[in-house]
């Protein structure tokens, strides 16, 4: 059917629906059980058993089953069972971690899937895109995206961004008229609006006529389907480390078992000591388990309102030095009061709390009946006039449906008795010019009982003076002299100093067959009738957050909309703007250049009446003086500074469907304090991938290094092949993983951010790792030889002994690992994840210690209790002997990081 050549009211009956209730419940379930649901089909996935089988792809593990087949042809059967068994126990664990890792990627889908406002049962109300069905009616403004392929049948100067299905870039207005014709194209079906478009400027209504595969985005869902998951700079980084890595483990591991040999040992054995050793050398499994560290820390910010959409900005949260903030909403409460009203050189007070329409009306102390105030009268109707928001009362308290400055001027208004319902008995909007960012005002063109039409104004006080010729003073009105503009400034300014935003109110009647077409017939000539002053709180818990970025070396900027002083109020209450810290207005901004605003931005803390163009100026010169940006916004025009910025935040309940498409992090609250949690929760993940690096790396040279330096020596095998893959398998992973669980550092925030060149092995990591493993081994092979020295004839006890001395080694050197200081940094207990990894490999430790039946196949002997005193004595030194400051003789300064501005310089 073509829709587009539907009238209107004819589009409801072919759908079957009511454009004024919407459908019902029962109505919805049928739809969704017969079109199902508003979704793309999806590539098919791998089944768990492809997932699962991709786990022994690995060469090492092929090399290693090849090494089972071999062991099975000589006899060796319990060997090749031993092996089997490990190797299955290690693919599981790694199926499992690329599961979690799934279905934490699919949870962060859902939460960002784009929400759409539909009537339902007479009712407004936001629900997941993929619930809409045939015939379901919605609404969408300025920044939505659309959520399925819609005939619009109520347009207010709509234009609709279609670039990604006609690939035209401009902006199409919308209307509602029928249109006539054969093969018309989805560029010029006008009264048509599309799946996954975004809306660029005003509003509609539409009716859903087609979901999921039956949409035009449908016809291009190949597209989606094979879009590749980018990996982030650290996985790239670890892949190639990785690579490096391997290298490294093969050459060290073919030097043991060409040692081995050239000392006599057996061939097979010896390859088979070799095969092992790498398969535990080589770090395999890193990226994955940076993947489940970055997933599981995705699901802890998650917990704390904020959803990271693109995973390389949880590496770039721990380098930001600059947070840009909107100023409504995100650093104040967003539940705005107006608390003053002004007109005609005259100042009134409102009392009240929040939306509640309940409060009185006073001048100098005394109460005042607003209808005996034509001027008062005026300037609370027409705020509510022009006006989309609505008050509705739910049990004990009053909501807010819009904006919260709307619903300021409407709550205002309730209070003097004055209500929609009521004005829509008396005016019919005829017309709405909806709110720019570029022009700050937003218009009606009304018209009342009589007939008579009018235009009202809201907006920016000091745009609204520019358009006004006339005033109203006295209840009468009068031209816009100096001496007016004055006074209105001086009001202005009073409010502002009181950290006050304010809304001018202004009106014009219309000539008998004058017609209004465009905003710029509609705000021109103008009267100006008052200023309403409202407050909007600071969250209480912002000033502790900025504090907490001051000391973690992160500024903070404000941006804002309103007027200077008012702006500037707050930031002082926020302890954002220091003495001498400067505040720049939009107007100064549009003159500049991006290098003129590099030479002012360090000291600039306030950025005032700025329009959304102007961020991307801020963000450019930021980054020049070297700065990692997070830039917040919630609007269409915001996109562009959002998507500059090194970490684009938008708005969760603000922010519209364009701006988070721009993002990297979208904050569920809009709380500034969230970002300061997002940013430490980024700085922690990247410090937990640090942990386990140190631990998984140390480990692994500890191993090599043992059966390295027991064949210079001409010793016997120290460790025999699957005592070396049960070390592997103990010791590697849970602990590493619960490493990434661990919680930050009580300094984290007291550090200056990492350079975002910073490599994985900086602060001293590379040292620590080559340090520790060289002690790992230098101990485990210092338990071989006393026992073994002790009695020869037991080779078996003493690599029983060295066995126990590796794993517990390790396994008290993950506490360790801990912190970037020491282990007497931390409450070893502290991570519950960690403890109960370690007791798990203990145990897993002691079972095939003593254990009779597994003792065979680990080829290993029940330990005396004596020598215990000697392998934990052992296997302390590396973490307790304080290595660190023992090898450099604390004789080396420490180099004192000093944050960067564009590198990190070391003084």
């Known amino acids: ?100 890792a799934e279905k934490s990627l699919e949870a962060l889908k859902e939460l960002a899937a784009p929400q759409v406002t539909v009537l339902r049962n007479e009712k407004w109300t936001k629900i997941p895109s993929k619930g809409l069905v045939i015939g379901d009616v919605i609404k969408f403004a300025s920044g939505d995206r659309i959520g399925a392929d819609v005939r619009l049948v109520e347009t207010s100067s709509l234009y609709i961004e279609e670039s990604a299905l006609t690939g035209e870039s401009v902006p199409v207005q919308k209307r509602i008229e029928a249109i006539q014709g054969v093969n018309i194209g989805i560029g010029d079906q006008s009264n048509m609006a599309f799946m996954g478009t975004m809306v660029t400027r005003g509003s509609g209504v539409g009716v859903v006529i087609g979901t999921g595969m039956k949409t035009a985005m449908g016809q291009i869902a190949n597209m989606l389907q094979n879009a590749e998951e980018a990996e982030t700079p650290l996985q790239r980084r670890l892949e190639q480390l990785g690579k490096i890595l391997i290298v490294i483990a093969l050459a060290l591991t073919a030097l043991v078992v060409l040692v081995g040999v050239y000392q006599g040992n057996n061939v097979y054995h010896m390859f088979l000591a070799g095969v092992s050793l790498a398969v535990a050398a080589i770090p395999e499994g890193l990226p994955a388990i940076v993947t489940v560290a970055l997933s599981l820390g995705v699901q802890r910010m998650i917990k704390k309102r904020s959803i990271v959409r693109k995973l390389p900005a949880v590496e770039t949260l721990g380098c930001a030095s600059v947070i840009c903030s909107d100023k409504t909403g995100t650093m104040t409460q967003n539940k705005m009061m107006v608390t003053h009203l002004w007109s005609g050189g005259q100042m009134w ?72 319902e009521g004005l829509q008995e008396q005016f019919q909007i005829v017309k709405e010019f909806p709110f720019d960012s570029a022009r700050k005002m937003m218009s009606v063109v009304v018209r009342d009982r009589n007939g008579k039409q009018f235009v009202v104004t809201k907006g920016a006080p000091d745009v609204l003076l520019q358009v006004s010729h006339t005033i109203l003073w006295s209840n ?39 017609t209004v077409q465009s905003e710029q017939d509609a705000e021109s000539n103008l009267m100006f009738i008052g200023l309403q002053g409202m407050i909007d709180p600071p969250r209480p818990e912002v000033k502790q957050a900025v504090q907490e970025c001051r000391e973690a070396g992160i500024r903070t900027i404000m941006i804002t909309g309103d007027h200077k002083v008012t702006a500037m109020a707050i930031a002082k209450q926020l302890d954002i703007l220091p003495d001498g810290g400067r505040a720049v207005e939009g107007s100064e901004l549009a003159n500049m250049t991006v290098e003129d605003l590099e030479n002012i931005v360090e000291s600039t803390y306030v950025f005032a009446r700025v329009s959304p163009e102007h961020k991307l100026k801020i963000v450019k010169a930021l980054q020049n003086r070297g700065h990692i940006v997070a830039m917040t916004g919630d609007g269409v025009n915001d996109a562009p500074a959002i998507k500059a910025s090194d970490i684009g935040v938008a708005m969760g309940i603000t922010g519209t469907d364009v701006a988070k498409e721009a993002s990297s992090l979208i904050l569920l609250d809009d709380n500034f304090a969230t970002i300061k949690s997002a940013i430490q929760e980024g700085r922690n993940i990247y410090e937990n991938i640090r942990k386990f690096i140190r631990y998984l790396l140390a480990s692994n040279v500890g191993e090599i290094l043992v059966m390295l330096f027991a064949m210079v020596l001409a010793l016997p095998l120290p460790l025999v092949p699957i005592q070396i893959l049960w070390v592997n398998l103990v010791t590697d992973g849970l602990p590493a993983m619960a490493l990434g669980l661990d919680s930050p550092e009580d300094d984290v925030m007291r550090r200056k951010p990492r350079h975002p060149k910073e490599g994985v092995f900086a602060r001293g990591l590379g040292w620590k790792i080559i340090s520790r493993g060289f002690l790992i081994g230098l101990v485990t092979l210092l338990a071989f030889i006393i026992t073994y020295n002790q009695n020869p004839n037991e080779l078996k006890y003493a690599q029983t002994v060295a066995f126990a001395t590796l794993v517990l080694a390790q396994l008290i050197h993950v506490f360790d690992c801990r912190s970037e200081h020491s282990v007497f940094h931390r409450n070893p207990f502290g ?35 004596r020598d215990w005193l000697l392998i934990i004595g052992l296997s302390s030194i590396p973490t307790f002997m304080l290595v660190g400051s023992l090898l450099t003789g604390n004789k080396k300064k420490k180099k004192k990081r000093v944050m960067y501005e564009g590198q990190v310089n070391l003084k």
């Open 1 to 100: 059917m073509n829709w587009y050549e539907l009238r209107a009211h004819d589009v409801e009956k072919k759908a079957s629906t009511n454009v004024k209730a919407g459908l019902t419940e029962p109505e919805v379930n049928s739809r969704l059980k017969q079109f199902g649901p508003n979704e793309l089909q999806e590539a098919k996935r791998p089944s768990a058993l492809a997932v699962f089988l991709a786990q022994f792809k690995d060469f090492m593990v092929l090399v290693l089953i090849g090494a089972t087949v071999v062991s099975a042809l000589l006899g060796e059967m319990v060997d090749a069972v031993a092996i089997v068994a490990i190797v299955i126990i290690n693919g599981v664990l790694g199926f499992f971690q690329e599961r979690k």
């Open 349 to 420: 007070n409102v009392s009240g709390q929040g939306y509640h329409p309940s409060g009185t009306f006073t001048r100098n102390n005394e109460p005042v009946n607003v209808t005996d105030t034509r001027s008062l009268y005026q300037l609370l109707t027409f705020g509510t006039l022009c006006n989309n928001a609505s008050i509705m009362k739910r049990k004990k308290d009053y909501v807010l449906d819009g904006d919260p400055t709307e619903g300021a001027l409407v709550a205002a208004a309730m209070k003097a008795g004055i209500t929609r």
């Open 476 to 514: 009468k009105q009068q031209p816009m002299v100096a001496l007016y503009k004055n006074e209105t400034q001086q009001a202005i300014h009073a409010l502002g100093s009181q950290a006050l935003r304010t809304i001018a109110i202004a009106y014009r009647q219309l000539k008998d067959g004058e």
């Open 831 to 865: 991570n519950v994840y960690l403890v109960g990894a370690v007791i798990i490999s203990v145990l897993l430790m002691l079972v095939v210690i003593y254990y009779p039946p597994l003792q065979p196949i680990f080829d290993t002997l029940p330990i005396k209790s």
